[in-house]
């Protein structure tokens, strides 16, 4: 299994809403990452995680909140969005990013594309 | 810092047609290079990455990149373009050691005319 899957395909929600973004890979990977992609503009990192820590914040607004509760699986909770935050919602996997694994590539998922009304 | 520029936002071939997407790099150390391709509403594919082995990384659907470091340059080539070609293709690099951030260039839109 070399795939990276993400719930929901499409999300809209209000401003008040709290939902949340799920990621899934079964590759066996330790390193996952969250990324922001505005239309016409490339991804932008959000968030690393790296066995199940917390490795890398992009310095990015709290009211995003990610959450890696197994190694198989990664959250992104979102809570009081602004219609700015409207984007495709990319998760991605490596087998790891330490020492010796610098070739190691990055798997993406389809996305998530979520609209903030 | 390191980054990459990809020259032209916008290429347009006719089917059949070479394909030439161009990709420079700025790095002070030897980078990890890869291009990346997304189809309309998808995410990002893996086509080839750079692991220094050959200077010609060959990748899937017909495409491969040279890495020329006297150029700073990575690259990416196809012979003859498919319909099924046209899609936003985005260079990167990535530092070694611990470091994780992949860092995009723009992307160029590659439309492919029957």
């Known amino acids: 299994d070399t795939e990276v899957t993400q719930t929901p395909k499409h999300l809209v929600m209000g401003m008040t809403n709290k939902k949340s973004l799920k990621c899934e890979q079964h590759m066996g990977h330790r390193a996952m990452y969250w990324y922001k992609q505005k239309a016409k503009k490339p991804p932008e990192l959000m968030f690393v995680y790296s066995y199940e820590k917390l490795s890398i914040n992009e310095s990015v607004p709290s009211r995003f909140s990610p959450e890696c509760p197994n190694s198989s699986l990664l959250n992104l909770h979102l809570h009081a969005l602004q219609p700015e935050d409207s984007a495709l919602y990319l998760c991605?996997?490596?087998?790891?990013?330490?020492?010796?694994?610098?070739?190691?590539?990055?798997?993406f998922g389809p996305g998530t594309r979520l609209t903030v009304l | 810092a390191q980054s990459v520029t990809q020259l032209g936002s916008h290429v347009s071939v006719s089917e059949g047609a070479l394909v030439l997407l161009r990709c420079n790099y700025s790095s002070s150390v030897p980078p990890y290079l890869f291009w990346y391709v997304q189809y309309p509403n998808q995410g990002l594919q893996l086509l080839l990455k750079?692991?220094?082995?050959?200077?010609l990384v060959k990748g899937i659907n017909g495409f491969e990149a040279e890495f020329k470091k006297s150029e700073t340059s990575f690259h990416l080539t196809k012979p003859s373009a498919h319909m099924r070609d046209a899609a936003e293709y985005f260079c990167a690099v990535r530092r070694g050691g611990s470091n994780y951030k992949l860092t995009f260039g723009k992307g160029t839109l590659l439309t492919v005319n029957p």
């Open positions: 991605a996997s490596s087998q790891e990013a330490g020492l010796g694994s610098s070739y190691n590539e990055q798997f």
């Open positions: 750079y692991t220094s082995a050959a200077t």
